[in-house]
T-cell receptor, first 115, second 112 residues
Framework: DQQVKQNSPSLSVQEGRISILNCDYT??????FLWYKKYPAEGPTFLIS?????DKNEDGRFTVFLNKSAKHLSLHIVPSQPGDSAVYFC??????????????FGQGTELSVKP | SQTIHQWPATLVQPVGSPLSLECTVE??????LYWYRQAAGRGLQLLFY??????ISSEVPQNLSASRPQDRQFILSSKKLLLSDSGFYLC???????????FGSGTRLTVV
């Protein structure tokens, strides 16, 4: 049972354009969502997060949007840069749902930004 | 500042051999600790998590086990490795009451 889904395994974008990565979840008990970025042979690093009480969070070139009714979130990167090329993981957490704060990850989307 | 150490970085082991991967966290106390695996072309699968010494929760049935002998030490083990155990293993920690993890640098395990 995949509770967090990233249906696009890969995305290719031209440098300077917008990258939009999507994520869907099924469990309504999730109340916090995060995006992680991962380079090959390295551990994921935290990128940006959003609480379920908000519908948007922005940090520089990165913006995360949350649509609770649709159980959907997206990560926008604008403008995209070649250094953004990596695998992006969406993750969800819910204190009531799972004690210990464990994160449930999606399958990841590999972003390629072409110069 | 807090740091997480995971070793070795790469490991090649024959089928049927034992496994021990170690993870330690510095600069914090009583962390939540996690082991994840990323199989080739797959996402991050939670294997084990621990909220305290000796407290281990297993997420999926498998050929692996985990132990937490000290507050900031988390060990992933197997008595006999299978080919399907190959993958990229990641340790992570989080503070209690705080969302989000910090990951280690990972171990690439190849079972041959």
């Amino acid at each position: 049972d995949q509770q967090v889904k990233q249906n696009s395994p890969s995305l290719s974008v031209q440098e300077g354009r917008i990258s939009i990565l999507n994520c869907d979840y099924t469990n309504s008990m999730f109340d916090y969502f995060l995006w992680y970025k991962k380079y090959p042979a390295e551990g994921p690093t935290f990128l940006i997060s959003i609480s379920s009480i908000k519908d948007k969070n922005e940090d520089g070139r990165f913006t995360v949007f949350l649509n609770k009714s649709a159980k959907h979130l997206s990560l926008h990167i604008v403008p995209s840069q070649p250094g953004d090329s990596a695998v992006y993981f969406c993750a969800a957490s819910g204190w009531i749902y799972n004690q210990g704060g464990k994160l449930i990850f999606g399958q990841g989307t590999e972003l390629s930004v072409k110069p | 500042s807090q740091t997480i150490h995971q070793w070795p970085a790469t490991l090649v082991q024959p089928v049927g051999s034992p496994l021990s991967l170690e993870c330690t966290v510095e600069g914090t106390s009583n962390p939540n600790l996690y082991w994840y695996r990323q199989a080739a072309g797959r996402g991050l699968q939670l294997l084990f998590y621990s909220v305290g010494i000796g407290q281990i929760s297993s997420e999926v049935p498998q050929n692996l086990s985990a132990s937490r002998p000290q507050d900031r030490q988390f060990i992933l083990s197997s008595k006999k490795l299978l080919l399907s155990d190959s993958g990229f293993y990641l340790c992570a920690w989080s503070r209690k009451g705080i969302h989000g993890y910090t990951f280690g640098s990972g171990t690439r395990l190849t079972v041959v």
